[in-house]
């Protein structure tokens, strides 16, 4: 079973960017999907983005709410996924969380997935 742990989180003014980072661990995340979701107060969790591969061919997607703003990506070996967010906005902040799971099923819903992160705070202020 792949661990994840995600780091990066922080404040910062709106507008500007922060990069998070999500490691796996205990095997090779390829052929694996890595999502992030996040949880502001008093909302339910929302898919942001997620990666995997099927094949030879990289699946990489955004929800609708960061589109334009948010990037997923990896690193040369996939065992780093970053998320790269951009034009931060006051409606951004919440609790981001990395997972993983096979690829099976709905890659927006979190029930899909069975690794979690502790998530890691990203605070936009005005």
């Known amino acids: 079973q792949v661990r994840v742990e995600e780091s990066g989180g922080g404040t910062v003014q709106a507008g500007g960017s922060l990069r998070l980072s999500c490691a796996a661990s205990?095997?090779?995340?390829?052929?694996?999907?890595v999502a992030w979701f996040r949880q502001a107060p008093g909302k339910d969790r929302e898919f942001v983005a997620v990666h995997w591969r099927s094949g030879i061919v990289r699946y990489y997607y955004t929800g609708d709410s960061v589109k334009g703003r948010f990037t997923i990506s990896t690193d040369n070996a996939e065992n780093t996924v970053n998320l790269q967010m951009t034009r931060l906005k006051p409606e951004d902040t919440a609790v981001y969380y990395c997972?993983?799971?096979?690829?099976?099923?709905?890659?927006?819903?979190?029930?899909?997935?069975?690794?979690w992160g502790q998530g890691t705070q990203v605070t936009v202020s005005l």
């Open positions: 997972a993983a799971g096979r690829a099976i099923g709905s890659y927006y819903d979190d029930s899909e997935y069975d690794s």
């Open positions: 205990g095997r090779t995340i390829s052929g694996d999907r």
